[in-house]
C-alpha cells in the first residue's frame, strides 16, 4: 500500500508540473483555474508522500518520487508541450527509470 501511495503521489506531481506548464500559457481567469488545479495537486501529492513515509525511507521514498516526476513530467513536455526527444535525452531518462525501479528493490 505505502507503494502505490508513493507512486500516486509522483503521478500527482506529475499533474502539478502539467498544470505549471498550461498556466503559463493561458491568462486570465484560465490561468488561475490551472494555477488552483497546481495547488490541488501539489498537495495531494505531498500528503501521498507523507502516507509512504510510514513504512518507506525517506531517502528511498523521496528518490522514487522525484525520480517519476522528473521522467513523467519530461514526457509531459514531449507529449503536450512538443519538447524535443533526442537519443542523449531518452538515454538519460532511462537511466533514471531503472534507478527508480532498482530503488524498489533494494529498500527495506
Request: with cysteine.
Amino acid at each position: 500500500m505505502h507503494w502505490l501511495s508513493l507512486i500516486l503521489a509522483g503521478l500527482a506531481e506529475v499533474l502539478f508540473a502539467f498544470c505549471l506548464g498550461k498556466a503559463k500559457l493561458a491568462a486570465g481567469s484560465e490561468a488561475i483555474s490551472w494555477y488552483a488545479a497546481f495547488a490541488g495537486s501539489a498537495a495531494l501529492s505531498f500528503y501521498l508522500l507523507n502516507l509512504s513515509l510510514a513504512q518507506l525511507p525517506l531517502g528511498t521514498a523521496y528518490a522514487v518520487w522525484t525520480g517519476i516526476g522528473a521522467v513523467g513530467t519530461a514526457l509531459v513536455g514531449v507529449l503536450v508541450f512538443g519538447a524535443p526527444l533526442s537519443g542523449p535525452r531518452l538515454f538519460f531518462l532511462s537511466t533514471l527509470i531503472g534507478s527508480v525501479i532498482g530503488l524498489k528493490f533494494v529498500a527495506h
